[in-house]
Antibody
Framework: EVQFLESGGDLVRPGGSLRLSCAAT????????MTWVRQAPGKGLEWVSA????????YYAESVKGRFTISRDNSKNTLFLQMNSLRAEDTAVYYC????????????????WGQGTKVTVSS | DIQMTQSPSSLSASVGDRVTITCRAS??????LAWYQQKPGKVPKLLIY???TLQSGVPSRFSGSGSGTDFTLTISSLQPEDVATYYC?????????FGQGTKVEIK
């Protein structure tokens, strides 16, 4: 069974940094694009960043561009999100999600989601 | 960026009712539209992708239609387990914007 396990969420002060990880089990993730989606408390879903299967192409929401970096280690079936210059508005549960098909590059619907890791930015 | 607008924001319907949720894109997105269901405290679940392709394992009472800018998610006969918030999402290109969500309750 395909599963994702996120980790790295924590309480951090404004201006701080965190690195989120998403480890895949049960399949070979390098075949699929991966995406980070976040959900602030009581709010809707927000697309954050996506990465192509090879890692050669990356994409970001305007709200995180220049502060967050998505990457992947295909040898370890792991996705990362380096988060710098964190702000209170980055407080959210962060989900990693797998693309449903192999044909849409980095842009696709998401069929499998991790359980999420909570990031709280507060002084 | 293309904006995704869902309507209504919430609805209350009886068990067995036909429920329709609409999603409108501010520019054409072909058929690159997905629908998700999120129950309270749970992870989002993919229902529909490609505007009308039912994800494996999703009950057939769920269906999607549309192309370009206007899309619809229909629940043909609302069941108690369908209580959730539903989101549309475009995925033609970055950013993969979500709609604001539609909360579905049982009357």
């Amino acid at each position: 069974e395909v599963q994702f396990l996120e980790s790295g969420g924590d309480l951090v002060r404004p201006g701080g940094s965190l690195r989120l990880s998403c480890a895949a089990t049960g399949f070979t993730s390098p075949r699929y694009a991966m995406t980070w989606v976040r959900q602030a408390p009581g709010k809707g879903l927000e697309w954050v960043s996506a990465i192509s299967p090879s890692g050669g192409s990356t994409y970001y929401a305007e709200s995180v561009k220049g502060r967050f970096t998505i990457s992947r280690d295909n040898s370890k079936n792991t996705l990362f999100l380096q988060m710098n210059s964190l702000r209170a508005e980055d407080t959210a549960v962060y989900y990693c999600a797998k693309s449903v098909t192999l044909v849409r590059g980095a842009f696709d619907a998401f069929d499998i989601w991790g359980q999420g890791t909570k990031v709280t930015v507060s002084s | 960026d293309i904006q995704m607008t869902q309507s209504p924001s919430s609805l209350s319907a009886s068990v067995g009712d036909r429920v329709t949720i609409t999603c409108r894109a501010s520019q054409g997105i072909n058929k690159y539209l997905a629908w998700y269901q999120q129950k309270p405290g749970k992870v989002p679940k993919l229902l529909i992708y490609g505007a009308s392709t039912l994800q494996s394992g999703v009950p057939s009472r769920f269906s999607g239609s549309g192309s370009g800018t206007d899309f619809t998610l229909t629940i043909s006969s609302l069941q108690p387990e369908d209580v959730a918030t539903y989101y549309c999402q475009k995925y033609d290109t970055a950013p993969g914007t979500f709609g604001q969500g539609t909360k579905v309750e049982i009357k």
